[in-house]
């Protein structure tokens, strides 16, 4: 439930929005949005699903609350790189 730890995992820009750029731009625009505490306890309690991506990326995603959250392999690790609706 900490917004700057989850900027942690954020790769930046997040989304490629220029309104989010750093772990700041984030926490005021994207973590209140995006992490709602109905998201934030559905991602503790919900198992990942391993994927890869169109690029073939390595990917996790968790599906909460009508969304789907990506976390991509990255040199840095896991990151967070995409919420979407899920379909």
């Known amino acids: 439930n900490d917004s700057a730890a989850v ?8 989304m490629g ?3 989010v750029r750093d ?3 984030f926490r005021a625009k994207a973590y209140p949005r995006e992490f709602t ?3 934030r306890s559905c991602l503790q309690r919900s ?5 890869r991506d169109g690029a ?4 996790y995603a968790i599906a909460c609350g009508g969304q789907i959250f990506t ?13 979407d609706i899920a379909d």
């Open 7 to 14: 900027a942690t995992m954020v790769r930046l820009p997040f």
């Open 47 to 51: 198992k990942p699903v391993y994927d």
């Open 37 to 39: 505490a109905k998201n």
């Open 23 to 25: 772990a700041a731009q």
């Open 56 to 59: 073939r990326n390595e990917i």
């Open 17 to 19: 929005e220029d309104s």
């Open 71 to 83: 976390f991509t392999k990255t040199p840095s690790g896991f990151l967070l790189t995409d919420v």
